[in-house]
């Protein structure tokens, strides 16, 4: 299993940017893909960014390529999200998961953190 807590969230200006951290616990990371997900007023939860955390290779939703990045930290099993030129429909709840890479489902998942960009 994996456990996910996530930090970093706040309230920031359009344009600004902002440090989201997820700090992962588990005997097998090597083995799981991890992802940023959120969930605005009223839409659905999408996806954000995803990383492997062996290889360290990523992926992007369309909505957030060339201005947020997705990191980790192996020595700290902490993975991040660095969120640049924010705008406001960035706004939501942002969730820190994970799952195995050979799986499609996301099982393992944080509490949650408010991102709010104010316009």
């Known amino acids: 299993q994996v456990q996910l807590v996530e930090s970093g969230g706040g309230l920031v200006q359009a344009g600004g940017s902002l440090r989201l951290s997820c700090a992962a616990s588990g005997r097998y990371l090597n083995i799981y893909y991890m992802g940023w997900f959120r969930q605005a007023p009223g839409k659905e939860r999408e996806f954000v960014a995803g990383?492997?955390?062996?290889?360290?290779?990523?992926r992007y939703a369309d909505s957030v390529k060339g201005r947020f990045t997705i990191s980790r930290d192996n020595a700290k099993n902490t993975m991040y999200l660095q969120m640049n030129s924010l705008k406001s429909n960035d706004t939501a709840v942002y969730y820190c998961?994970?799952?195995?890479?050979?799986?499609?489902?996301?099982?393992?998942w944080g509490q949650g953190i408010q991102v709010t960009v104010s316009s």
């Open positions: 998961a994970a799952r195995h890479y050979l799986l499609t489902k996301y099982d393992y």
């Open positions: 990383i492997n955390w062996s290889s360290a290779s990523t």
